[in-house]
């Protein structure tokens, strides 16, 4: 058995000018950092046995996921689209904060930000998650249900906002 996986699907290239700006400072940050790895990389190298030397294999091995890291912001930033203008605020799009109610009285709040951005634990969640695709155009008093991991989860829009 081969270890082929097919490439994920594309995310979508929408982001918050404030994600945008976040990874910006993070491009410019890690070369700042590489340029710090790249100096104790070569000072681990003077020491003399490669093999050996786990100061060597450690610096190595950081500097190659910086690189990774590099790799995905220089592609990735190019073909994000800033999202900046505020939409209908009756309805939920791109940006939008909304509270949501499940069957047993529990309140969620969420906002629909771009895959570079989501952080679950403070309700931001991608623009191409199931619960996401679900809210899109929906108005104050919409019922959605979604099927995630074979659970169906029913909500109720509460509110919705967007940030200026």
């Given at each position: 058995?081969?270890?082929?996986?097919p490439?994920?699907?594309?995310?979508s290239?929408?982001?918050?000018?404030?994600?945008f700006?976040?990874?910006?400072?993070?491009?410019?940050?890690?070369?700042?950092?590489?340029?710090?790895?790249?100096?104790?990389?070569?000072?681990?190298?003077?020491?003399?046995?490669?093999?050996?030397?786990?100061?060597?294999?450690?610096?190595?091995?950081?500097?190659?996921?910086?690189?990774?890291?590099i790799?995905y912001?220089?592609?990735?930033?190019?073909?994000?689209?800033?999202?900046d203008?505020?939409a209908?605020?009756d309805?939920?799009?791109?940006?939008a904060?909304?509270?949501?109610?499940?069957?047993?009285?529990?309140?969620k709040?969420?906002?629909l930000?771009?895959?570079?951005?989501?952080?679950?634990?403070?309700?931001?969640?991608?623009?191409?998650?199931?619960?996401?695709?679900?809210?899109?155009?929906?108005?104050?008093?919409?019922?959605?249900?979604v099927?995630?991991?074979?659970?169906?989860?029913?909500?109720?829009v509460?509110?919705?906002?967007?940030?200026?």
């Amino acid at each position: 058995m081969g270890r082929y996986r097919p490439p994920s699907p594309k995310s979508s290239p929408y982001i918050t000018r404030s994600g945008f700006e976040t990874l910006q400072q993070e491009q410019k940050d890690i070369w700042v950092r590489r340029a710090d790895v790249t100096a104790a990389l070569s000072a681990a190298a003077a020491e003399g046995d490669r093999s050996e030397n786990a100061e060597y294999i450690y610096r190595k091995k950081e500097l190659r996921e910086l690189d990774r890291r590099i790799r995905y912001l220089q592609k990735r930033l190019p073909d994000l689209v800033v999202v900046d203008r505020r939409a209908n605020s009756d309805q939920v799009f791109f940006g939008a904060t909304v509270t949501l109610e499940t069957d047993a009285g529990e309140q969620k709040v969420v906002r629909l930000v771009g895959a570079d951005e989501i952080d679950p634990s403070s309700g931001l969640i991608s623009i191409d998650s199931p619960v996401a695709r679900a809210l899109l155009k929906k108005t104050i008093d919409d019922d959605i249900s979604v099927e995630v991991s074979g659970k169906m989860l029913n909500y109720y829009v509460i509110n919705i906002e967007y940030a200026d």
